[in-house]
């Protein structure tokens, strides 16, 4: 069974840092694309980061570029976010998602964890 976890959440102060993790068995993920996404209560679920299976291509949404940083350990089939700064308006339930290519889509990936809540206070 493919599964992709998420750890990581918690409640942290504006300006503080957290650092999620999205862990994947069942199959290898290496040749795979992984990126992170978040939902906040009432919006829609947006793209965050975006990493290459090579790990030699990211991308990022303009709201988080420069405070978070997307990394690949493919030893681990682990996909990381780090995320520094952090504001209020980053509190979300945070996916991280596996598919064939690179997208800021959500239609675009197969394989999705069952998210991390990240909870920040002002």
């Known amino acids: 069974q493919v599964q992709l976890v998420e750890s990581g959440g918690g409640l942290v102060q504006a300006g503080g840092s957290l650092r999620l993790s999205c862990a994947a068995s069942?199959?290898?993920?290496?040749?795979?694309?992984r990126t992170w996404f978040r939902q906040a209560p009432g919006k829609e679920r947006e793209f965050v980061a975006t990493?290459?299976?090579?790990?030699?291509?990211?991308n990022y949404a303009d709201s988080v570029k420069g405070r978070f940083t997307i990394s690949r350990a493919d030893a681990k089939n682990t996909v990381y976010l780090q995320m520094n700064s952090l504001k209020p308006e980053d509190a979300a339930v945070y996916y991280c998602?596996?598919?064939?290519?690179?997208?800021?889509?959500?239609?675009?990936?197969?394989?999705w964890g069952q998210g991390t809540q990240v909870t920040v206070s002002s």
């Open positions: 998602a596996a598919g064939n290519i690179m997208s800021t889509l959500t239609t675009r990936y197969e394989y």
């Open positions: 069942g199959r290898a993920f290496s040749t795979y694309a």
């Open positions: 990493i290459s299976w090579s790990g030699g291509a990211t």
